[in-house]
């Protein structure tokens, strides 16, 4: 094999390895500022939102959190937040990306009415 050929077929194995790598790296798309931690004792009981069956929330939590399909969600300061558990760890999620029954939940389920949540898919 020529040097030629041999420094052509190493930088191909080099570009295929650095490829490789930066496909494994994980992409973090957090919208808005990290929230404060929620600090509970326990998991929050939680209560069927009435008209939105499949939705519950967490009446006597501190903060506007809310369960659906085994996720949780929760509103912070304008934003909204998703998470494998009531302790998070806690995503952006755009509000345009927010599940309808979750945009569905009666203003009056809210501690903080979210009509002063930022639509982020609006430009907040």
Do not use: C
Not at 91 to 110: N, Q, S
Request: hydrophobic share 45%; no cysteine; proline share 16%.
């Amino acid at each position: 094999m020529s040097r030629q050929a041999l420094i052509a077929a190493l930088a191909l194995v080099v570009v295929g390895v650095v490829s490789v790598a930066a496909a494994q790296v994980p992409v973090n798309v957090n919208i808005g500022p990290p929230p404060p931690p929620i600090v509970l004792p326990a998991p929050p009981a939680l209560v069927v939102v009435p008209g939105v069956t499949i939705v519950k929330y967490a009446p006597s939590a501190g903060m506007d959190l809310f369960f659906h399909e085994n996720r949780w969600y929760y509103s912070h300061g304008g934003y909204w937040y998703g998470g494998p558990s009531y302790r998070g760890p806690w995503m952006g999620v755009p509000f345009a990306k927010l599940p309808p029954p979750i945009v569905a939940v009666p203003v009056k389920y809210y501690k903080v009415p979210p009509g002063h949540l930022k639509q982020l898919d609006k430009g907040g």
